[in-house]
């Protein structure tokens, strides 16, 4: 990975920045939900979406009609992903902060344009997300893969930051007679639903059963 | 709330979009983290926050050296709060999507400037968050205030996408034989820890046991 450039170190100049890959990937990897953000204009555009990772890129996709991922082909972009991990009461408002893991990647989106790659790569994204059921499903059609644009970038411009544990307070609040400690918080994942249109004697499949995210 | 402006309706314009107030505000309430994003050196970035709402705008803090905010000040932002609420499981690979609740804002971040002003939007931030907590810390420092920057925006080009249910599969797809539904998935709080730090006899107090998200 190359060094983090000026924008990069503009946003990571912290304590807690970590430019090693294995950390970057991890976040990547535990969570899907991501934030790519573009210039439209000149003025800046932010939009959720899901990414995965394959090898030293990340991936994302939608509608071939999205003037998000239109905008956003052969431009500059920043996407983050986040996970909060906990609130931190500290003994002063000002010592307040939260735990998270977040990684933050830069690049040029390019459009995988192939249609044997752009297949590959959604059925990459869903084996990801829930192994086995790609083979499951009616399989796409030509005209769904043209609806589809899939963007990329390389995990090459990116940093992480990683908060964890207990407050840090001045070493004179220490004494100051308020609780502090931490409020932790993850994703949770329930019981899969079963739509009431499926057919008589489909049972919930593994991979719904053992999803997970975070 | 004034009608979308096109770069609103850039993001916006699938059947989802909802545009009332009462959708916005839920969605901002119900979600502190925040994906700001802005322009630097003509490049998009984005990073994410906690933002906090007080009537028709929403606010977020920092460090004062922060770049980010200090990039951000007087210039259009673009705010993103974004909960999952589950995975749809579809009959086709292109049918599958996620439940979400989001909102986009658009606006020109203003600095909150006055020490008063800025000390009682801290306080109402963390009495939305932890109410009761606010009066029991060690009271904050003017060196501390001087050195949080404040930003806000007006809830005004604003808006929302919201989806929930079973799949919207292709009517012939509703008969290929493989199991839909849904995923749910949503935030959860453990109970709060205490610092091993803490005085002798400080219990964990109701706003850390009541605390929610999502």
């Given amino acids: 990975m190359q060094a983090p450039t000026k924008r990069t170190k503009l946003k990571r100049l912290h304590e807690y920045g970590r430019y090693d890959r294995g950390t970057i990937y991890a976040i990547l990897d535990a969570m899907p939900v991501a934030h790519v953000s573009y210039v439209l204009d000149g003025a800046p555009v932010v939009t959720p979406t899901l990414q995965w990772r394959e090898g030293d890129r990340i991936y994302w996709h939608g509608s071939a009609a ?9 431009m500059p972009v920043c996407v983050a992903v986040m996970l909060i991990d906990g609130l931190v009461l500290a003994r002063s408002g000002f ?3 939260v735990n998270y893991r977040s990684a933050m990647l830069f ?11 752009k297949t590959k790569h959604l059925e990459t994204f869903m084996e990801r997300i829930l192994p086995g059921r790609w083979p499951a499903l009616r399989p796409m059609s030509t005209k769904e893969l043209k609806a589809t644009t899939i963007l990329t970038i390389p995990i090459d411009e990116a940093s992480a930051k990683v908060t964890s544990g207990m407050p840090k307070d001045d070493d ?19 019981a ?13 499949p593994e991979h719904a059963k053992s999803f997970n995210i975070g």
């Fill in 66 to 74: 999205s003037r998000m991922l239109e905008t956003a082909k052969d």
């Fill in 95 to 97: 010592n307040h902060s």
């Fill in 107 to 117: 690049g040029n989106a390019e459009a995988v344009k192939e249609a044997a790659a």
């Fill in 172 to 190: 004179e609040d220490y004494a100051f007679p308020v609780w502090a400690g931490i409020i932790p918080i993850s994703l949770f994942v329930h």
């Fill in 192 to 204: 899969p639903e079963s739509d009431p249109r499926n057919l008589p004697g489909l049972e919930v």
